[in-house]
């Protein structure tokens, strides 16, 4: 059973809004296009990992979670935990393209790609040790201990992978029912109370990831952030107000809703909050009047009275 699809990718879309609205040499100095290609890589991974969860049905009494995020003695995000009467799975997918080895003196997974480049990145073992240890972690923090099991998932069954690792377990998708179907034979070692305790747990423990503002998260001066609302249609910055909507004076489209993606930029990218003035400078709107109604018609949280007002965009609102 899926008690926890896969989380909403607030980060991508922060990606998004960067490329967006920051300078062409400062988004090539972060890479906002590789960022994105790789964020957009791991999405796609982990849907065909749970494509195959949805695809195999499961006999035995069962739990998964996509996307969890916990915090023990740190932070931490496990892509997808599988939890059964055995003990818990953790399941790291790695969706990277070319040829894989793996360093035998560093930490270190080497892909080289079909033009001859090669790249490192750091080897997965570390990152399911860490979730490994801090899952444990969390566990003691409520009395509990069950075994923990670690692997990562290549989502192509194509990948050529050279070598392997004696400490990582290295999966294609449509390996992992039959591996959690073997581990099934194995003696239970959690009872049905504590099983149902640990589920229930894991939910109420888990907090989605908020990686807003991006500019403090990438520390950028929130002057380099481009102002103005975003046309939808041809992608020029700087429509006009207009009566009850917004004219772009290059391809002459109107938008009645086109200030609700640049408001929503101006959370993901530059703070939490925003006040009225700070709504008439970036929407470039001149009158109180009309920037205090186009937030108040928002889903935003408003604090505060008169000039000391202003406004908190809830997450699971964004999007």
Same mark, same amino acid.
């Given at each position: 059973?899926?008690?926890?699809?896969?989380?909403?990718?607030?980060?991508?879309? $922060?990606?998004?809004?960067? &490329? /967006?609205?920051?300078?062409? *040499? /400062?988004?090539?100095?972060?890479? #906002?296009?590789?960022?994105?290609?790789i964020a957009n890589a791991g999405i796609n991974g982990e849907r065909a990992l749970q494509a195959i969860f949805n695809k195999y049905k499961l006999t035995f009494e069962h739990a998964i979670y996509h996307g969890l995020n916990l915090q023990s003695t740190g932070k931490f995000q496990i892509d997808n935990l599988f939890l059964s009467h055995q003990g818990a799975y953790i399941f790291e997918v790695k969706n990277i393209q070319g040829r894989i080895s793996f360093s035998e003196k560093t930490n270190q997974l080497i892909r080289t790609l079909d033009n001859g480049q090669v790249?490192?990145?750091?080897?997965? *073992?570390?990152?399911?040790? /860490? =979730?490994?240890?801090?899952? &444990?972690? @969390?566990?003691? $923090?409520?009395?509990?201990?069950?075994?923990?099991?670690?692997?990562?998932?290549?989502?192509?069954?194509?990948q050529i992978i050279e070598n392997t690792r004696p400490d990582l377990r290295i999966l294609f998708p449509n390996e992992v029912p039959s591996m959690l179907r073997e581990s099934e034979l194995n003696p239970p070692v959690i009872d049905s109370r504590t099983f149902s305790?640990?589920?229930?747990?894991?939910?109420? $423990?888990? #907090?989605?990831? =908020?990686?807003?503002? %991006?500019?403090?998260?990438?520390?950028i001066d929130p002057v380099e952030i481009k102002s103005g609302v975003l046309c939808d249609i041809c992608g020029t910055l700087g429509m006009q107000r207009i009566f009850r909507g917004w004219g772009c004076n290059v391809c002459k489209s109107i938008s009645r809703t086109a200030h609700i &993606?640049? #408001?929503?930029? @101006?959370? %993901?990218?530059?703070?939490?909050? %925003? =006040?009225?003035? &700070?709504?008439?400078?970036?929407?470039?709107?001149p009158k109180n009047y009309t920037a205090s109604r186009l937030l108040d018609d928002l889903p935003l949280e408003p604090q505060g009275v008169n000039r000391g007002r202003y406004y908190h965009f809830p997450l699971e609102r964004m999007v």
């Open positions: 059973m899926i008690l926890k699809t896969e989380s909403t990718p607030y980060h991508l879309f $922060g990606l998004e809004a960067l &490329q /967006r609205r920051l300078s062409l *040499s /400062r988004s090539l100095e972060i890479d #906002i296009t590789g960022r994105l290609r790249d490192a990145f750091e080897c997965p *073992s570390v990152q399911l040790r /860490r =979730n490994h240890y801090l899952l &444990q972690d @969390w566990l003691h $923090g409520r009395n509990l201990s069950i075994p923990i099991h670690t692997a990562v998932v290549f989502p192509n069954p194509r305790h640990i589920k229930n747990e894991l939910l109420k $423990g888990n #907090i989605d990831f =908020n990686p807003f503002p %991006m500019c403090k998260r990438f520390q &993606q640049a #408001i929503t930029d @101006w959370f %993901m990218l530059v703070s939490d909050t %925003m =006040n009225n003035r &700070q709504c008439r400078e970036f929407l470039h709107v």
